[in-house]
């Protein structure tokens, strides 16, 4: 990476010998140093969000050497102080620091985290009972505030957590009732913020990108949560939704960034994959033959609605990309891997054997098009898909370690070869442009 000065030397000596004007080179020196100063300020940030933090931390162990000699008072004044510190932080910034990214967000952190701290604290000193999720609903509903007062993108990520968390937490008690509602507000205060303030405003940002990979994070746990009780129905349910974070990337949405459409696309193909990779076992294409039955479905009225919605609006993406002529094999991956479970419910032997057949042939075609396009993390990726395909499937037949070690002598040699072809191509691309 050419450092700051070096272009400032180089732009001068062009301009010395008349290739730029004076006007053109404060142009691009002027960019330059944007950039520059955007990289610094990135990493004041981070380093302002961890040094906050372990001072919070610190605080804490050095409280905690003398706590038990601490009467209850004191204990209970010095409980809520990480709050009142944060708040006092918080006007501050405000009032004087508002424009400084990094006091923003290393005082958003801070106080993101101080409830909990809060509320451990008086949960301890008075033995208050209760569940891990009642302790993160209060917790986000006092960290929640912060991000839009101070538009930071460090609280945002801890409230993601924190809402991420007690979705896990209702999709492992299983409860589908009351506490949900909690969850769909905390949900939507995590949208409104992005739409609001990262979206719009900073779309082209580092965070933006990060969010687009842990937005659709969210809707996992909740899928889940309202599938339960729909048995194997429930890995549908995931398919059809990886699928159509796919179909997301390929539509045309003016208003979306590429950063998002990139961790949408990277984790829905990421999740198709390990589908079927779990069903090109042979125990799990007859358990899915035994439970993949309506009286699942009847169990559950919320995934029905589901399945049904679902698969409605990937058939209505799907023919707006045929319409656009952006049709392409990732948008064929569960109409592909449901004919392969629609025939494993019948003879499960022949419905593993479709599957494995299947990543077998997608990763021949992600090798195709990685050649094709020049691409070698498209090249790679099927090199890998077929590995991993092969090294499943030496658990299922006795070989002898001589025939298995010939065999990844062999894709060893393909993946030399099929990097060296790519590199060899794109080099004389170059060298033609």
Known sequence: MISFKNIEKRLEEWRNQGFIPLELESRILEYEKGKKNAANNTVF?????????????????????????????????????????????????????????????????????????????????????????????????????????????????????????????????????????????????????????????????????????????????????????????????????????????SIDLADFPDGWKTGFLNLGFSGAIVLL?????????????????????????????????????YLAASIKLFVNQKWNFTHILYPIWLICILVGKFDPEVGQLLDNVFILVLGCIMIWRGVEHLNFLWLNAGMVFIVLLIILRFFDFNLSFFIRGVVFILLGVGFFIGNKIVMEQKNRKELHD
């Not at 001072?55 to 050497?65: Q, R, T």
């Not at 509903?141 to 896990?168: C, E």
């Not at 125990?283 to 589901?306: I, R």
């Open 277 to 313: 990779f779990v069903f090109s076992y042979k125990f799990s294409m007859k358990n899915l033959a035994n439970e993949f039955t309506l009286q699942h479905l009847d169990k559950s009225k919320f995934a029905v609605f589901e399945i049904v919605l679902f698969n409605l609006i």
């Open 45 to 249: 940030i981070l380093f302002g969000i961890i040094g906050s933090i372990l001072i919070g931390l610190g605080i804490s162990l050095m409280v905690a050497e003398n706590w038990d000699h601490i009467s209850r008072p004191i204990k209970t004044i010095l409980a809520f102080m990480p709050v009142a510190i944060a708040l006092c932080l918080v006007l501050f910034t405000l009032l004087k620091r508002f424009e400084n990214d990094v006091w923003r967000e290393s005082t958003a952190a801070f106080w993101a985290l101080a409830p909990g701290a809060s509320i451990s604290l008086i949960a301890q000193i008075y033995q208050i009972q209760g569940g891990t999720d009642g302790f993160v609903l209060l917790w986000v509903a006092m960290a929640a505030p912060v991000m839009f007062v101070l538009r930071s993108n460090a609280a945002w990520t801890l409230i993601w957590l924190g809402t991420t968390w007690y979705g896990v937490l209702q999709y492992a008690r299983h409860d589908i009732g009351h506490s949900m509602h909690h969850y769909w507000w905390m949900l939507a205060l995590v949208l409104v913020f992005v739409w609001r303030f990262v979206l719009v405003k900073n779309a082209s940002t580092l965070f933006a990108k990060v969010a687009g990979y842990l937005l659709p994070m969210l809707f996992i746990p909740v899928l889940g949560i309202f599938g339960l009780e729909a048995g194997v129905w429930t890995f549908l349910l995931y398919f059809v939704l990886f699928q159509l974070y796919i179909h997301f990337c």
